[in-house]
């Protein structure tokens, strides 16, 4: 695996998933000798009515504020929280403060990286009594602390061919996400034999 330059999950948040944030190439390189940090691209598959996600912060902190915030477990109210619902995408750059909400079905594409700074998990408890381990200092060091401001959808433009439409869901240096829509009566019929 370590040799393919994406991964694609499929995470099936039944509670709301750590406070995280990743680092860039950069960042990668400078705290953990890694030649890659972490870009990460949501498609939302499916959602609850009340789902949210956090992504950023909803007012600029500085460090400290953060840092404080983590250990006051004052965070919750500093997280730019938004509803989402079935077909939302989502650009996570590197240093954006974010989590999956409870509810959230979502096909994750990111970088090939496995480095996660997890800022707060709501002081959970493992069945070992232990909570998750956190890595607040990395965290500070490569969050963003502006506010972020509310992630718009993209107006989706759809190429039409001969029984199917293909539509540009994200594009960036390290890859492209294309939805195929497929429109034919031989998919339909197969799909619903399928299905019965």
Known sequence: LSDLPILVKL???QQDLSIQVHPSD???KRLENLPKGKMEFWYVLDANKDSKLVYGLNHKLTTKQLSESISDRSI???LQKIPVKKGDIFFVNP???HAIGAGVLIAEIQQNSNIT???YDYDRIDKNGHKRELHIEKALKVANLEESSI???PMRV???QKGCATELLSRCKYFQVERLLINTERTRILYETAST
Request: a positive charge.
């Open 76 to 78: 919750e109210k500093y």
């Open 151 to 153: 992630p718009k959808q």
């Open 11 to 13: 995470i099936d948040a």
């Open 117 to 119: 700074y997890r800022l």
């Open 158 to 160: 759809l190429k039409y």
């Open 95 to 97: 240093g954006t403060i």
């Open 26 to 28: 950069e960042h990668a």
